[in-house]
């Protein structure tokens, strides 16, 4: 099985952290965004995705996955165990609708290619940028933070005792707040999970600066 990832990719952090939550062992073959022009954007990639994005996760047999949260769930489905969703339908709606706060609101205008965008053809200053990046992770934040307050008997992770594809999706959206100097204190059950997840080895293993392309 083989990840292509780019370091610091929160979709690509995501299949890290899940894959060494599953104790699935793969082979890293990264993709630089930046040099070269962008390796993702060469003809040799794009043949493998279209869409020319991170990650990919190559199987045994050749099959191709693309988008993370379809890996994710790729990884649920072929390797139950250890379980990264609930198994009441209800809770695991829970579970996916914060993973979809991150995936779905947060990250897609927050990502490398809609930044770029923004201080090249649109011209706006590197400031304008920060101050775009940091609004949309406390609107996303803000829901999610709220979210968590409504469960009755909060654990220590998103949902329960042990980690979910929630966790899975927040650590990497965490990583990049810090980043951009978000300020975090609105956020305490948040900082919290975040805080019980790094103890744990797979989300340490899976960080940026502990990956073999870390600059």
Same mark, same amino acid.
């Given at each position: 099985?083989?990840?292509?990832?780019?370091?610091?990719?929160?979709? %690509?952090?995501?299949?890290?952290?899940?894959?060494?939550?599953?104790?699935?062992?793969?082979?890293?073959?990264?993709?630089?965004?930046?040099?070269?022009?962008?390796? =993702?954007?060469?003809?040799?990639?794009?043949?493998?995705?279209?869409?020319?994005?991170?990650?990919?996760?190559?199987?045994?047999?050749?099959?191709?996955?693309?988008?993370?949260? %379809?890996?994710?769930?790729?990884?649920?489905?072929?390797?139950?165990?250890?379980?990264?969703?609930?198994?009441?339908?209800?809770?695991?709606?829970?579970?996916?609708?914060?993973?979809?706060?991150?995936?779905?609101?947060?990250?897609?205008?927050?990502?490398?290619?809609?930044?770029?965008?923004?201080?090249? /053809?649109?011209?706006?200053?590197?400031?304008?940028?920060?101050?775009?990046?940091?609004?949309?992770? =406390?609107?996303?934040?803000?829901?999610?933070?709220?979210?968590?307050?409504?469960?009755?008997?909060?654990?220590?992770?998103?949902?329960?005792?042990?980690?979910?594809?929630?966790?899975?999706?927040?650590? /990497?959206?965490?990583?990049? %707040? %810090?980043?951009?100097?978000?300020?975090?204190?609105?956020?305490?059950?948040?900082?919290?999970?975040?805080?019980?997840?790094?103890?744990?080895?797979?989300?340490?293993?899976?960080?940026?600066?502990?990956?073999?392309?870390?600059?």
């Amino acid at each position: 099985m083989q990840l292509y990832s780019y370091w610091r990719s929160s979709a %690509a952090y995501r299949v890290r952290i899940a894959l060494g939550l599953k104790n699935i062992p793969f082979e890293m073959i990264p993709i630089h965004l930046v040099k070269e022009g962008g390796q =993702h954007l060469q003809e040799s990639y794009a043949a493998l995705n279209p869409q020319k994005l991170v990650p990919i996760l190559q199987l045994p047999d050749g099959t191709v996955l693309t988008q993370s949260m %379809a890996i994710l769930e790729y990884l649920e489905d072929v390797f139950p165990d250890p379980a990264l969703l609930p198994k009441a339908p209800e809770d695991r709606a829970f579970v996916r609708s914060l993973c979809q706060i991150i995936a779905s609101d947060i990250h897609p205008i927050n990502n490398l290619r809609v930044l770029r965008y923004l201080t090249g /053809p649109l011209a706006h200053a590197d400031s304008q940028k920060t101050d775009w990046y940091r609004h949309w992770i =406390h609107v996303g934040f803000d829901g999610f933070e709220n979210m968590l307050k409504q469960r009755v008997g909060q654990h220590s992770f998103c949902y329960g005792t042990a980690p979910t594809l929630a966790d899975v999706c927040l650590l /990497p959206q965490i990583y990049n %707040a %810090a980043r951009f100097e978000v300020d975090m204190t609105p956020y305490p059950l948040i900082q919290k999970i975040a805080t019980h997840c790094h103890a744990l080895s797979a989300f340490e293993t899976a960080r940026p600066e502990n990956q073999p392309d870390a600059e």
